[in-house]
C-alpha cells in the first residue's frame, strides 16, 4: 500500500494498493516522491526487489517494469546524461541506468556492484555527476575490484 497524507491536517490524499504490480505479492519496496518527468508535478516512484513502477500523482501507473535479477531497493538517483531528465542507477545485474520517463534500461555495465546503492556526487567539479558504487558482494571475490570503490 501507498499512503500520502497532506502535512497540515493528516487528510488522506492517495491510497493505493501496489502489491501485484508485478505478478504476484511484494513487500519491502521504497517509495520517492519527486518530478521524474520534469512536468513541474511529482510522480512516485515505488522500488522493490521485483522492479520498479511509476505512479503520477493520482496513483495511476505512467510505467511498470519488473526487472530480472533486481537486488536494490534503493536506486540512485540523478540526471548521469545531462539531458535534464533523472536516471535511476540500480544494481543487481550490474550497474543500470533507466530512464525515468520511461522505465526503459539506458545503459548496463556488468561485473559492478550489487547490493549496496550506487551513491552519485559531483566528485571533480566539472557540474557533473559521477557514480559510485563499491564491488563488495560476497560472490565478487575474484573480482579485481572486490571491495574498492568504483568511480
Given at each position: 500500500m501507498i499512503y500520502m497524507l497532506r502535512?497540515?491536517?493528516?487528510?488522506?490524499?492517495?491510497?493505493?494498493?501496489?502489491?501485484?504490480m508485478f505478478g504476484g505479492w511484494s513487500a519491502n519496496g521504497r517509495t520517492y516522491a519527486v518530478d521524474f518527468l520534469a512536468n513541474k508535478k511529482w510522480e512516485m516512484l515505488y522500488s522493490l526487489r521485483e522492479g520498479f513502477v511509476l505512479l503520477n500523482s493520482e496513483g495511476n501507473v505512467i510505467w511498470n517494469n519488473p526487472q530480472v535479477a533486481v537486488n536494490?531497493?534503493?536506486?540512485?538517483l540523478c540526471d548521469i546524461d545531462s539531458d535534464g531528465a533523472l536516471e535511476l542507477l540500480q544494481l543487481g545485474a550490474g550497474l543500470r541506468a533507466i530512464d525515468s520517463a520511461t522505465g526503459m534500461i539506458e545503459w548496463t555495465l556488468l561485473g559492478v556492484g550489487e547490493i549496496i546503492e550506487p551513491v552519485t556526487v559531483d566528485?571533480?567539479?566539472?557540474?557533473?555527476?559521477?557514480?559510485?558504487v563499491v564491488a563488495n558482494f560476497h560472490e565478487a571475490l575474484s573480482d579485481p575490484c572486490y571491495n574498492q570503490v568504483i568511480v
Open positions: 502535512g497540515t491536517g493528516g487528510t488522506l490524499l492517495l491510497n493505493k494498493y501496489v502489491g501485484d536494490n531497493l534503493r536506486p540512485g566528485i571533480n567539479s566539472d557540474k557533473r555527476d559521477e557514480v559510485m
